[in-house]
């Protein structure tokens, strides 16, 4: 199946600042989504993102298909943004639609 | 519902005994989801469901769990014979179709002791 790779595993940014963050992912796939889990375990949807690049806020989101990888961009940090950021593409293989998820790559922002 | 309903919010069951977790999608979403989450870790595949067909079953870990979706709509993950090993967070997620946002319930938080 395909492989996701997050990149960094782990981050830590003091309030204010601003950071990328990459997904990796193997083979052509149909559809990327990026999700926010925050420190109490609620995972928010914040990009469905197959190509192109879309905005919402202070987040911006960008997939290249044809070189396989997404950046999430967080500008002006702030506390709340801390938690697990994962993406997760979506393609058909034997028949099916799969979903696959990446590892995660934790945020930490410091007041 | 606005969101995707799950329930029992909290479950502690014995060594050994059977339990059922439910999930309420989002109205008119055809395509169903469970994962496990273990503390600290990531997302890990159970099943997929396409109206109340399951094209893909292969993330089921034994042959203690299985699930079902009736109506297209609500899913139970049951799960026979508890064991430790099971203790996590399970949680569903829907979308209308496969090709469109997805959408978490809470989880439900499962302890065997």
């Known amino acids: 199946g395909i492989q996701v790779e997050q990149s960094p595993p782990d981050l830590i940014l003091q309030e204010g600042a601003n950071s990328t963050l990459r997904c990796n992912f193997s083979d052509s796939v149909n559809n990327l989504q990026w999700f926010h889990q925050n420190p109490w375990g609620q995972l928010i949807n914040l990009f469905y993102?197959?190509?192109g690049t879309k905005q919402n806020g202070r987040l911006s989101a960008t997939t290249v298909a044809t070189e396989r990888y997404s950046l999430l961009y967080i500008s002006s940090s702030q506390t709340t943004d801390s938690g697990v950021y994962f993406c997760a593409v979506g393609y058909y293989a034997g028949g099916s639609e799969k979903l696959v998820f990446g590892k995660g790559m934790k945020l930490t922002v410091n007041p | 519902g606005a969101g995707v309903s799950q329930s029992p919010s909290n479950k502690v069951t014995e060594k050994g005994k059977d339990v059922e977790l439910r999930c309420d999608p989002i109205s008119g979403h055809t395509a169903l989801y469970w994962y496990r989450q273990s503390l600290g870790q990531g997302l890990e595949f159970l099943i997929y469901f396409q109206g109340n067909s399951a094209p893909d079953k292969s993330g089921l870990p034994s042959d203690r769990f299985s699930a079902e979706r009736t109506g297209g709509s609500v899913s139970t993950l049951t799960i026979q014979r508890t064991q430790q090993e099971d203790s996590a967070v399970y949680l569903c997620a829907s979308s209308l179709v496969f090709s469109s946002p997805l959408h978490f319930g809470n989880g439900t938080r499962l302890t065997v002791t």
């Open positions: 993102i197959p190509s």
